[in-house]
């Protein structure tokens, strides 16, 4: 009995100091584990997807990955792209899942140059965009005038004597003929008129306009500008460029009220296009005031942004005048002030437009003997501005139409980037359409973006001929793809409310360059394929604004800004360019329609 209790015991020893040699009842070991799974992905620290979309054709302007069929979408920005299978691990109790169904999807646009407030103000006023007949433009501000007058319109400012403001007139659409004041007097005798060429950089003023502004044959041009006037003398109410501000100063400032709902206007409008992005130039055209920026800053943006008003995001510049005030906000807040909300940078202007024959060049007007356009701002101002603004760190952005134009900023490129040496500082040049032999090499060679808008050529594309001859129209207008394969980094916009902002007929346009009533494009060997006019609506104008790491593409940790189109063939997309906007999402939240 003894015996069998020792073998029990033997027993029972060994089973002890076997499991105390177990590694599982070491203290280190027990807290290895312990970390182990602390560190294992739980239902709590995965992050799962918000919205999957889904079975569609995603064009995602991203060359390592151009193509998908799925995104996944978490906090407003893109968490994953790639097929659909790829995509189920993010896939949780909370995911929505959006079905393409076979549909086209691209980036969010970015419109690289619009006026947006002024755009939604211009929504609200005589409007004259395709009106092609005199009598046509007399009786819409005949109409403005009468409702002004009636007694029972009681909205802000309108009564007699109040300002009649409006624009969008091309007056190659009625032949060419040049407006006069003496053409609406008599349906205007008791309100001032001002009313803008489509480009901006020439207006129309009517005899109580003039008078106010104490405009007379005495008068003399401002420079940079002038004053339009009769064989004998006497102003015909046309002014150009830095002339307009004579009348300008004069018109009421737009009540805040106004200006923040023409920014609500405007957004809606630029997300029925697919815009989810804009690089806005302000208020800020030749004889505007350089407070208007500014002020719309602070009154209307800011106001928009703490509210929660913000619809589309916007990137914006101000007059190069006051980049001082602009570099000590950067300094002190950054250039993001919130997703909605960036600080570009600063303009200036270099010449004036060829619709109103203030775009510099080297040769004369052909229609126009003795005229080389305007130098809207002294070359040494010029000069003096960007080597300081960039100094400070700013991006700089000019605006030049004719081929001298180009080639003066060009030369101040290079001017500054001699005085403030090299870096990145993606010069901007807005518009550039009008190059000399040569000059689209420069911009490649010189890094600098071309800032351009497709569809100011189908305006100027019989006008271009008439003012410069046609050889030299034919060799100079509109060098996409001469500045393209130059190495030039391109970036399309619309210059709202120049023309329309609607980035697909941009893309169109870049495209096929067939101006209206017009068989054939208009220099072809300048087109550019879709997927090259894509690129420069998203992308490349992201970079184009120092914007690349937040937007531009479909791509993980971007900001999920994209449109649905109605096409369902990418083949026939890119054969035609043709398609519309079904949806447009903002941070991954449909925002339009």
Not at 331 to 360: C, E, H, M, P, Q
Request: glycine share 8%; proline share 4%.
């Amino acid at each position: 009995m003894s015996r069998y209790k020792s073998i029990v015991v033997a027993i029972i020893v060994l089973l002890i100091s076997i499991i105390i040699s177990l590694p599982i009842l070491n203290p280190n070991y027990i807290l290895s584990f312990k970390s182990y799974i602390s560190t294992k992905p739980t239902s709590k620290s995965v992050v799962y997807a918000d919205l999957i979309v889904r079975n569609g054709i995603i064009f995602t302007s991203d060359k390592a990955l151009p193509f998908v069929d799925s995104i996944a979408i978490a906090n407003g920005r893109v968490l994953h792209v790639g097929s659909y299978a790829s995509l189920q691990d993010l896939v949780g109790n909370e995911t929505k899942e959006l079905n393409l169904e076979g549909k086209i999807v691209v980036p969010g646009f970015i419109d690289s140059h619009v006026h947006l407030i002024f755009g939604g103000l211009q929504m609200a006023r005589v409007v004259l965009r395709g009106v092609n007949r005199k009598e046509e433009f007399v009786r819409r501000i005949e109409e403005a005038a009468r409702i002004l007058s009636f007694p029972l319109y009681h909205f802000a400012d309108s009564k007699r004597g109040s300002w009649i403001l409006g624009g969008g007139w091309n007056n190659d659409l009625w032949g060419g003929e040049l407006p006069m004041a003496s053409w609406i007097d008599d349906v205007t005798p008791d309100n001032p008129v001002w009313l803008s060429r489509m480009d901006g950089h020439m207006a129309l003023a009517n005899s109580a306009a003039l008078k106010l502004a104490d405009i007379t044959n005495l008068s003399e041009d401002p420079s940079g500008g002038t004053i339009v006037r009769t064989d004998s003398g006497e102003p015909t109410g046309l002014l150009i460029d830095a002339a307009m501000k004579l009348v300008a100063q004069w018109i009421p400032d737009v009540l805040i009220d106004e200006r923040r709902e023409a920014l609500l206007r405007a957004s809606k409008h630029a997300l029925m296009r697919g815009v989810t992005t804009v690089v806005d130039f302000g208020r800020f055209l030749p004889g505007a005031s350089v407070k208007h920026p500014w002020e719309d800053f602070s009154d209307v943006y800011q106001w928009a942004d703490s509210l929660g008003k913000m619809m589309i995001r916007a990137c914006l510049f101000f007059p190069m005048e006051t980049w001082e005030r602009l570099n000590d906000i950067i300094s002190t807040r950054g250039r993001s002030l919130s997703d909605w909300i960036y600080l570009g940078g600063v303009k200036a202007f270099a010449d004036g437009s060829l619709g109103s024959n203030s775009a510099l060049f080297h040769e004369p007007y052909f229609d126009d003997p003795g005229n080389y356009g305007l130098q809207v701002t002294e070359l040494d101002s010029l000069l003096n501005m960007s080597i300081a603004s960039d100094k400070s760190g700013l991006q700089v952005a000019i605006h030049a139409i004719g081929d001298k134009a180009n080639d003066l900023v060009l030369d101040v490129h290079d001017s500054v980037i001699s005085k403030n040496g090299k870096r990145d500082r993606r010069f901007r040049i807005e518009h550039a359409q009008h190059l000399a032999p040569g000059t689209a090499a420069r911009f490649g060679k010189q890094g600098v973006i071309a800032s351009v808008q497709p569809e100011h050529l189908l305006d100027d594309a019989d006008s271009a001929s008439k003012k410069l001859g046609n050889d030299r129209a034919q060799k100079g207008s509109y060098l996409f793809r001469s500045l393209l394969v130059s190495n030039s980094h391109l970036a399309l916009g619309s210059d709202w409310p120049v023309t329309d902002i609607n980035p697909l007929a941009s893309v169109r346009t870049a495209m096929k360059r067939i101006p209206p009533g017009w068989e054939n494009a208009w220099i072809e060997s300048e087109r550019l394929s879709l997927t090259e006019a894509l690129i420069a609506h998203t992308i490349s104008a992201a970079h184009a604004c120092f914007l690349d790491n937040d937007l531009g593409s479909l791509s993980s940790g971007k900001l999920a800004d994209f449109v649905i189109l109605s096409s369902e063939s990418w083949d026939e997309f890119e054969k035609e360019g043709s398609a519309s906007i079904q949806a447009t999402y903002v941070g991954g939240i449909q925002a339009y329609p």
